[in-house]
């Protein structure tokens, strides 16, 4: 999705997968910076380390303290920084990593524009508490939902994240376990459970009153239709996976790096057709 959207934009550049050990995150990352990229993407497990190894954090990586997406940038003669692109052949010698997250604002724009949701005064079920749940959560709430339930696995898990939320957003009301009224604006699934076909659901289905649920998102893209979302579909509710969340954190990514709108339909496009062949 990324090749096709540089490609659309008729930039020069390649997007390319690289593994790295966990312990090289920072030669790797200094490597990238002496070589001139453009940015970079990081994923599990490098978003929370990278947090401490880039040069500046934009307000995005604070806040959540993940970074998913680095920005290079070099110092003009007058002083002010620019992205690496700006300076064509001629880049100055000086060249900084800046670390933005892309993950919370795009799983906003997903449920936005799949599922009508909109976070303001709504009532949501979130399961897990791990790495995408703490960044959800905390998302949420900056967003103003008025109820958050948390279920993790792990219970002390969701009360740190219960704790961390009503500190930092103390008019959000945050709950461990299942709502005790009916409405629910949104369930969210941020665990594990559903990339396997034989995995348990991750919720009860009999706690909730699934004809007051208004819509269901699984961060799960593969497999496209979770046994979650299965259910939920069947009982009526609007429903969508995590695909959305993949593209609009791409997307935004490509827009920091370039500075110009993406072209989001088609590397909507692509990514389908790359990930489930049609
Ligand atoms: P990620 O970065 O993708 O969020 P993670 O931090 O390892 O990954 O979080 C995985 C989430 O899935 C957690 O909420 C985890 O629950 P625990 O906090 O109890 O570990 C949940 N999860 C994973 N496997 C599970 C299982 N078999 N049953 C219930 N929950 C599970």
């Given at each position: 999705m990324q090749n096709a959207g540089i490609a659309a934009l008729g930039l020069d550049w390649r997007y390319l997968a690289f593994d790295v050990p966990p312990d090289q995150l920072k030669p790797a990352i200094e490597g990238a910076k002496a070589l001139r990229f453009v940015g970079l993407n990081l994923t599990v497990p490098h978003k929370l380390p990278a947090v401490d190894l880039v040069d500046v954090l934009d307000e995005s990586a604070r806040t959540w303290g993940a970074v998913n997406t680095l920005r290079f940038e070099a110092r003009t003669t007058g002083g002010e920084w620019r992205p690496?692109?700006?300076?064509?052949?001629?880049?100055?010698?000086e060249v900084r990593a800046v670390g933005f997250n892309t993950d919370a604002s795009g799983l906003l724009q997903a449920l936005r524009e799949?599922?009508?949701?909109?976070?303001?005064g709504s009532r949501v079920v979130l399961l897990g508490a791990g790495g995408a749940g703490r960044v959800a959560a905390l998302k949420l709430a900056a967003e103003r939902v008025a109820e958050l339930f948390l279920i993790n696995r792990t219970r002390e898990k969701a009360e740190a994240l219960a704790a961390d939320i009503s500190s930092r957003y103390p008019k959000v009301k945050v709950e461990i376990?299942?709502?005790?009224?009916p409405s629910v604006d949104l369930v969210l699934n941020a665990t594990?459970?559903?990339?396997?076909?034989?995995d348990p659901l991750?919720?009860?289905?009999?706690?909730?009153?699934w004809d007051r649920v208004y819509a269901v998102y699984d961060m799960?893209?593969?497999?496209?239709?979770?046994r979650l979302l299965e259910a939920a579909r069947g009982a009526g509710c609007r429903v969508a996976n995590g695909l959305g969340m993949l593209l609009y954190q791409g997307t935004q990514a490509l827009e920091l790096w370039s500075g110009r709108p993406a072209p989001v339909e088609l590397m909507r496009r692509v990514l389908r057709q790359n990930v489930y062949g049609a």
């Open positions: 690496i692109p700006a300076f064509g052949d001629d880049v100055p010698d799949d599922l009508r949701f909109e976070p303001l376990g299942y709502p005790t009224s594990s459970l559903g990339l396997k076909r034989t991750p919720l009860e289905l009999n706690r909730l009153s799960i893209y593969r497999p496209a239709q979770t």
